[in-house]
Antibody, heavy 126, light 107 residues
Framework: EVQLVESGGTLVQPGASLRLSCAASGSTFSDYWMTWLRQAPGKGLEWVANIKEDGSHINYVDSVKGRFTIFRDNARKSLYLDMNSLRDEDTAVYYC???????????????????WGRGTLVTVSS | AIQMTQSPSSLSASVGDRVSITCRASQAIRNELGWYQQKPGQAPKLLIYAATYLQSGVPSRFRGSGSGTYFTLTISGLQPEDFATYYCLQDFNYPRTFGRGTKVEVK
């Protein structure tokens, strides 16, 4: 069974840096895009970034561009999120998720986040 | 970024009820939309992809419909384990964007 386990969340001060990790087991990690998402306390879900199977394509939400870096190590079956210049509003549970394409027609492959980790809490506060 | 307007923000229902949740996209997204269920303290779970396709293992009482800008998640015959928060997510373009969620509560 495929599992994703996030780690690295902790309490940090504004302006600090932090690296989150997501370890995958039970599947061919290198066959899938991977995604980071977050959820502020008591709030909804926010998509943060994703990365192609080989790392050649990356996308970010505007609010983290220039501050966060997503990358992966397929040999270690791990996904990472480097977070710099952290702000109070970055406080959230951070989830990693597997980004799959369960259905394709002649023109489009449809994405879905089918496997999620349990999340790791990042608290930014002075 | 595409805005996903989800409604209602909450609803109260009883076991056995039929409930519907809608998401409206600020521009046409074909049928590139998924629905996710989240229970307190848990990670979200994929229910529906490509607007209408049921994820493996998800009960058939969940049904997705719609295309373009208007989408609906319908739960027919609400079960106790269905009380949760539901989100839509567009995967038409980047950044991906979620609706603000609908909390389904016990009446």
């Amino acid at each position: 069974e495929v599992q994703l386990v996030e780690s690295g969340g902790t309490l940090v001060q504004p302006g600090a840096s932090l690296r989150l990790s997501c370890a995958a087991s039970g599947s061919t990690f290198s066959d899938y895009w991977m995604t980071w998402l977050r959820q502020a306390p008591g709030k909804g879900l926010e998509w943060v970034a994703n990365i192609k199977e080989d790392g050649s394509h990356i996308n970010y939400v505007d609010s983290v561009k220039g501050r966060f870096t997503i990358f992966r190590d397929n040999a270690r079956k791990s996904l990472y999120l480097d977070m710099n210049s952290l702000r109070d509003e970055d406080t959230a549970v951070y989830y990693c998720a597997r980004d799959t394409s369960p259905y394709c027609n002649s023109t489009t492959c449809y994405d879905a986040l089918d496997i999620w980790g349990r999340g790791t809490l990042v608290t930014v506060s002075s | 970024a595409i805005q996903m307007t989800q409604s209602p923000s909450s609803l109260s229902a009883s076991v056995g009820d039929r409930v519907s949740i809608t998401c409206r996209a600020s521009q046409a997204i074909r049928n590139e939309l998924g629905w996710y269920q989240q229970k307190p303290g848990q990670a979200p779970k994929l229910l529906i992809y490509a607007a209408t396709y049921l994820q493996s293992g998800v009960p058939s009482r969940f049904r997705g419909s719609g295309s373009g800008t208007y989408f609906t998640l319908t739960i027919s015959g609400l079960q106790p384990e269905d009380f949760a928060t539901y989100y839509c997510l567009q995967d038409f373009n980047y950044p991906r964007t979620f609706g603000r969620g609908t909390k389904v509560e016990v009446k």
